[in-house]
Each structure stands twice: as structure tokens, then as C-alpha cells.
């Protein structure tokens, strides 16, 4: 009997897809990128703007500087 992939099966491939290309250094936007960025922003170092500019700018020049981001990773997979 063939069993059918659920939008669960699918979300859950997709997320660790995501996490594998962060882990190989791949996503130019990755999860520590962002908390870092979090991080300045609730220690005053930047205001949200200025964050939200920096995440737009890393994933602006992601191409350019041989990776990928994190969107691209999850709609590939």
C-alpha cells in the first residue's frame, strides 16, 4: 500500500532542510544572523529599523556572496 506525504511530512522536510543548510554554512541569512541581530536590538545597540534594514541587506547580497537564504532553502526543498 502507497502511503501519501502529508503537508505535515512536507513542512517537516522542509524545516530540516533549512537547519541542514545553516549547519553547512550555506544560508547567509541563518538563525544565529538574526539573533545576533535581536541581540543588538534589545541591548540598544540598534534600533528595529536599522535591524530590519541589515537582515534586508544580508539577504540582498546573499547571491553575490555564494549563499542562499533561508526562503530559498525552504521553496527548493
Same mark, same amino acid.
Given at each position: 500500500m502507497m502511503t501519501r506525504r502529508t503537508a505535515f511530512d512536507a513542512r517537516?522536510?522542509?524545516?530540516?532542510a533549512v537547519e541542514e543548510?545553516?549547519?553547512?554554512g550555506l544560508v547567509a541569512d541563518s538563525m544565529d544572523i538574526r539573533m545576533e541581530l535581536v541581540r543588538q536590538m534589545n541591548a540598544?545597540?540598534?534600533t528595529l529599523a536599522q535591524v530590519q534594514a541589515e537582515l534586508?541587506?544580508?539577504? /540582498?547580497n546573499a547571491k553575490k556572496n555564494g549563499k542562499v537564504t533561508r526562503s530559498q532553502v525552504w /521553496?527548493?526543498?
Open positions: 517537516l522536510d522542509k524545516k530540516l543548510s545553516e549547519s553547512l540598544g545597540e540598534k534586508a541587506e544580508i539577504k /540582498r /521553496r527548493q526543498a
